[in-house]
Antibody
Framework: QVQLVQSGAEVRKPGASVKVSCTAS????????MHWVRRAPGQGLEWMGI????????TYREEIQGRVTMTRDTSTSTVYMELSSLRSEDTAVYYC???????????????WGQGTMVTVSS | DIQMTQSPSSLSASVGDRVTITCRAS??????LNWYQEKPGKAPKLLIY???NLQSEVPSRFSASGSGTDFTLTIGSLEPEDFATYYC?????????FGQGTRLEIK
């Protein structure tokens, strides 16, 4: 069964960092790019970036460039999304989502994690 | 960034109805358009990719069309499980962007 399982909810103070994990199973981890998408309360879906699990190459949304780092561990089939200098506006549900197409991404998302709530509050 | 605009933002319909949701891109995205269904507390589910291709295991009552800037998602005959929120998403360019959603409610 193909699935993505994310780490649990986090609460952080403004200025802190958070690292969310996403562990894949049921398919070849290095064959599909992984995206991160978030939704703030009452807001729409926002794409954050993409990582190639095979090479570790990343592309980030410009607005969060410098604060976001996506990494992977091929030994555990896990991708990570770390967001630093947290602000209240970063309060959101964070999703990892597998790219639909094998090897070369087409930027659609066919498998999603269950979501991780990150709350930034003093 | 490419802006995606859906209409209507909400829609009331009955089981058995045929419904259509539209999505407009702020510039030409060719056929790089995808549709998702989302239910409360669940992650979005891919329904349609590349404008008109039905994702595996998605019922055939779902169909979609369009290219360039104008796209439609049609549900041929609504089933109770179809009442949800639907999103379009462009995959033509980064940053990838989504429409604001269309909430489909039971009349």
């Amino acid at each position: 069964q193909v699935q993505l399982v994310q780490s649990g909810a986090e609460v952080r103070k403004p200025g802190a960092s958070v690292k969310v994990s996403c562990t894949a199973s049921g398919y070849s981890f290095t064959s599909y790019y992984m995206h991160w998408v978030r939704r703030a309360p009452g807001q729409g879906l926002e794409w954050m970036g993409i990582i190639n699990p095979s090479t570790g190459t990343t592309t980030y949304r410009e607005e969060i460039q410098g604060r976001v780092t996506m990494t992977r561990d091929t030994s555990t089939s896990t991708v990570y999304m770390e967001l630093s200098s947290l602000r209240s506006e970063d309060t959101a549900v964070y999703y990892c989502a597998r790219d639909h197409k094998i090897i070369m991404p087409d930027n659609s998302f066919d498998i999603w994690g269950q979501g991780t709530m990150v709350t930034v509050s003093s | 960034d490419i802006q995606m605009t859906q209409s209507p933002s909400s829609l009331s319909a009955s089981v058995g109805d045929r419904v259509t949701i539209t999505c407009r891109a702020s510039r030409n995205i060719r056929s790089y358009l995808n549709w998702y269904q989302e239910k409360p507390g669940k992650a979005p589910k891919l329904l349609i990719y590349s404008a008109s291709n039905l994702q595996s295991e998605v019922p055939s009552r779902f169909s979609a069309s369009g290219s360039g800037t104008d796209f439609t998602l049609t549900i041929g005959s609504l089933e109770p499980e179809d009442f949800a929120t639907y999103y379009c998403q462009q995959s033509y360019d980064t940053p990838i962007t989504f429409g604001q959603g269309t909430r489909l409610e039971i009349k």
